[in-house]
């Protein structure tokens, strides 16, 4: 249902040529179906062994290797002169087909990465990172393996959503972290193990709810010495992690929980905001005001509406995913970053900085006043666009996101698929792609089997060196998917320093399994366990926890 406030914005948000607002017509499909379109241009995960369409060197991308695009290497991309792709508009043809063309015809980079990447070919999806390998969606971090939506950290394995992480492993929605393990929810903790929603607290083990709190096990305190003693005999065994994460779940359900996750939130509805005011229908939100059904956005988001990935000093922008870093009046695009304003029904735009006015472009930057990727005088824009938007007016596309059949992804390569999951025959019915071949690692040989850890420890085995060569060398199978995969060494050294198992699940398992940890996107109506209030909350009726309104839980704590 489009409220007031909804058309409020869209007027708002219009574009205005010669003195005349072309309105943005209200959505024609619910929130969550528009968030499915958007995000089915999204393919962070999926990797692949290909060759640039320009030099034919090896590389690796997010685009698999069935030519269905052009990609090149990174640097090939920047050299490129995406203008030269430039076109005349054909007002005997609706707009959509003229930019498909367009896209496919413009050369992409292999990765969505920009040039301040370093030592990161299997990254895909951010800025400022080093040393990363099957990491995604991270900015300014060094270090960090098989995670996701990691920010300001170092030394982060198997981490997702973490912001302001050290020597994190397996932690999960949390922020300003160091030496923690099997975190969920936690924030400002240090030489934390298997805790839930702990603030503040230090040397913690297996805890929930805990507020600056020192030397705790499972809700208990414990002296010092206690304490030091029982993590000296603890040991990381596949079965003991199993054990302590059923016994962290138990105690989970008999904790009292927050109806919604807000952190200084005002006048907001969704789940997990934070330092935000007038956020309604949003999730993952970070420093937003007047932010309508907004998803994953951080560091200052501000009069926004329908806006997908990342944040960082955006305004008035309508209709997308994938924007970031002091953007402005951006419509109807997908992957726009660095200082652009006035940009419309775009894709790409980040190859450089300050880009500005432009309509249906594709790959460029640093260019202004430009129409299906062709140059024009500032007068020339200013009168040609307004007849191509009256032109898709009438051909009922002004106002839509880009179709899913210009998507160069399958659905099930794309996050539309974790948030989303639906059967190939449903996407071929919304007019998706599929990705039917599978290009990951054939392997019918035999499998490596993982020993305890302290055999790789040099410190604990003469030996140690032959059993590591050997497990860098072997291939694993994982004991849920039957997939391959195989070590690498930064990751073994981590285990044998902090004395945890090889992994016996495929990194993509291991993700799935993280994900799942997240609280979801729909909010139900239930009554607070405490008062018997009417309260909002994304604990479904199923689930079996305790759940307090915001009152309840503040006086309880």
Aim: charged share 25%; glycine share 8%; with cysteine.
């Amino acid at each position: 249902m489009v409220d007031d406030n909804d058309l409020s914005f869209l007027k708002k948000v219009s574009p205005e040529f010669g003195g005349k607002k072309y309105l943005i017509p209200p959505p024609l499909d619910c929130p969550d179906c528009r968030l499915r379109q958007r995000l089915a241009w999204r393919n962070l995960r999926n990797l692949y062994r290909t060759k640039s369409d320009k030099s034919g060197v090896d590389i690796v991308s997010n685009y698999a290797p069935d030519g269905k695009v052009k990609v090149y290497t990174t640097k090939e991309y920047y050299e490129d002169d995406a203008t030269s792709y430039g076109r005349d508009f054909d007002f005997s043809r609706s707009f959509f087909p003229q930019f498909q063309e367009l896209y496919f015809e413009v050369p992409k980079a292999n990765l969505t990465n920009d040039d301040s990447c370093e030592n990161a070919d299997f990254f895909n999806g951010g800025r400022g990172v080093k040393n990363a390998y099957m990491s995604f969606g991270a900015v300014l971090s060094e270090d960090i393996y098989y995670c996701e939506g990691i920010r300001n950290s170092a030394k982060c394995y198997d981490c997702y959503r973490v912001n302001h992480g050290e020597i994190c492993y397996e932690c999960v929605y949390s922020s300003r972290l160091y030496n923690c393990y099997y975190c969920l929810k936690c924030s400002d903790c240090r030489g934390c193990y298997f805790s839930i929603d702990a603030n503040g607290c230090h040397d913690c083990f297996g805890c929930v709810g805990l507020k600056n709190k020192q030397y705790y096990i499972y809700n208990q305190p414990q002296t010092k010495e206690e304490y030091e003693q029982f993590m000296a005999e603890f040991k990381f065994l596949p079965s003991r992690i199993n054990e302590e994460r059923q016994k962290l779940h138990e105690l989970y359900l008999s904790v009292p929980q927050k109806a919604v996750d807000f952190v200084d939130a005002e006048d907001c509805s969704g789940e997990y905001i934070v330092h935000s005011k007038n956020v309604h229908d949003s999730y993952d939100i970070v420093g937003g005001e007047n932010v309508r059904y907004g998803f994953a956005l951080v560091d200052g988001v501000k009069d926004c509406m329908d806006i997908t990935y990342f944040g960082i000093n955006l305004e008035r922008c309508y209709m997308c995913q994938s924007i970031a870093t002091d953007c402005s009046n951006i419509l109807f695009c997908s992957y726009v970053y660095n200082v652009a304003h006035n940009i419309l029904y775009s894709i790409d735009i980040w190859k450089g900085w300050n880009s500005s006015d432009l309509f249906g472009c594709v790959g460029l930057g640093k260019k202004q006043y430009c129409i299906l990727n062709k140059q024009y005088s500032k007068e020339e824009y200013f009168k040609l666009v307004p007849k191509i938007i009256g032109h898709m007016q009438q051909a009922g596309e002004w106002g839509q996101f880009f179709p899913y059949d210009l998507s160069p992804f399958g659905y099930n390569e794309t996050e539309a698929m974790d948030y989303f999951p639906i059967k190939r025959e449903e996407a071929i019915k919304l007019g998706a792609g599929w990705r039917d071949e599978d290009y990951g690692i054939k392997y019918d040989g035999p499998f490596y089997q993982p020993k305890e850890i302290n055999f790789y420890d040099p410190k604990q085995n003469l030996n140690a060196q032959k059993e590591i060569d050997e497990a860098l060398a072997g291939i694993l199978q994982c004991e849920v998917s039957g997939k391959p995969f195989r070590l690498i060494s930064q990751e073994l050294v981590f285990y044998i320093e902090h004395g945890l198992p090889i992994p016996t699940k495929h990194p993509m398992v291991r993700f799935q399994e993280r994900f799942k940890q997240r609280r979801g996107r729909i909010l139900y109506d239930r009554k607070c366990g405490k008062c018997g209030t009417d309260i909002k909350t994304t604990f479904g009726p199923e689930a079996k926890n305790i759940v307090y309104c915001e009152k309840c839980y503040a006086n309880d704590i």
